[in-house]
C-alpha cells in the first residue's frame, strides 16, 4: 500500500493564480482531511470528507473548496491565491470505525509546500 | 483559540535519558488524545493514543499519562535514542460529536544528543 500520497510536493504560485492539490489514499478510507501548517503553529483542519459526495468546512476554509468524486481523491482547490495561503498543506484519512472500536488516528500523506508570491 | 497547547518548543536530552514531552488542553469535551511524530519534510506518523477512561498507556518505548483533572497529558520516551529526533505533535479530539475534527497543539521539537 503507498498510503496517502500527494501531489505536488512542492509549488510556487504568483497572487491570484489557482491551483488543485491532489491526494490519493488507497486504504479504502471513508474519511479525509485537508490541512495547513503554518510556521510554528500546529495542523489547522480546513475540510473534511467522510465519504464520496459528503465534504464539510473545518476550522480555516476560506479562500479554499474541495469535492470528493471517489473514495481514494480528495482534490483541495485554491483560488485566486493569497500570500497568507503560503504553508505547507497535509492531507489525511482514515476509518474511524475499522476496528469495532472508535479511533482517531489519522493517517498522512508527505505534504505539499505552497509559496504564494 | 488554542485548544491543545505545547508551551515547550523544544527540549534536548541525552541518548538514553527520559524526554517527557508535555501537553494541556483546555476543553473538556475532549475525550481522545494521540501524540503524532513528524520528521522534517515528512507528514506527522502517529505514535500512541490514550482515551479519556484510562489514564496511562503504554507502548514500548512511548508512555502516555493523561489527568483530566489537571487537563493535562504527558509522553515519556524511555530510553531516547536518536532516531526520537523529530517534532511531536499533541492532538485532541471530541469523539462521536467531532469525529475526525483533532486540534493539534504546535508541537515539541525534541533533539536527542549523544
Known amino acids: 500500500n503507498a498510503g496517502v500520497t500527494q501531489t505536488p510536493k512542492f509549488r510556487i504560485l504568483k497572487i491570484g493564480q489557482s491551483m488543485t492539490l491532489q491526494c490519493t489514499q488507497d486504504?479504502?478510507?471513508?474519511?479525509m482531511y485537508w490541512y495547513r501548517q503554518d510556521p510554528g503553529m500546529g495542523l489547522k483542519l480546513i475540510y473534511y470528507?467522510?465519504?464520496?459526495?459528503?465534504?464539510d468546512k473545518g476550522e480555516v476554509p476560506n479562500g479554499y473548496n474541495v469535492s470528493r468524486s471517489t473514495t481514494e481523491d480528495f482534490p483541495l482547490r485554491l483560488e485566486l491565491a493569497a500570500p497568507s495561503q503560503t504553508s505547507v498543506y497535509f492531507c489525511?484519512?482514515?476509518?474511524?470505525?475499522?476496528?469495532?472500536?472508535?479511533?482517531?488516528?489519522?493517517?498522512f500523506g508527505p505534504g505539499t509546500r505552497l509559496t504564494v508570491l | 483559540d488554542q485548544q491543545v497547547k505545547q508551551n515547550s518548543p523544544s527540549l534536548s536530552v541525552q541518548e538514553g535519558r527520559i524526554s517527557i514531552l508535555n501537553c494541556d488542553y483546555t476543553?473538556?469535551?475532549?475525550?481522545?488524545f494521540l501524540w503524532y511524530k513528524k520528521y522534517p519534510a515528512e507528514g506527522p506518523t502517529f505514535l500512541i493514543s490514550?482515551?479519556?477512561?484510562?489514564d496511562k498507556n503504554e507502548d514500548g518505548r512511548f508512555t502516555v499519562f493523561l489527568n483530566k483533572s489537571a487537563k493535562h497529558l504527558s509522553l515519556h520516551i524511555v530510553p531516547s535514542q536518536p532516531g526520537d529526533s523529530a517534532v511531536y505533535f499533541c492532538?485532541?479530539?471530541?469523539?462521536?460529536?467531532?469525529?475526525?475534527?483533532?486540534?493539534f497543539g504546535a508541537g515539541t521539537q525534541v533533539v536527542v544528543t549523544p
Open positions: 489525511a484519512s482514515n476509518d474511524p470505525h475499522a476496528s469495532g472500536e472508535y479511533t482517531d488516528t489519522q493517517y
Open positions: 486504504m479504502n478510507h471513508n474519511y
Open positions: 470528507s467522510v465519504g464520496a459526495g459528503i465534504t
Open positions: 476543553n473538556s469535551m475532549f475525550d481522545y
Open positions: 490514550i482515551s479519556s477512561i484510562k
Open positions: 492532538a485532541a479530539s471530541a469523539g462521536k460529536d467531532s469525529w475526525g475534527k483533532l486540534q
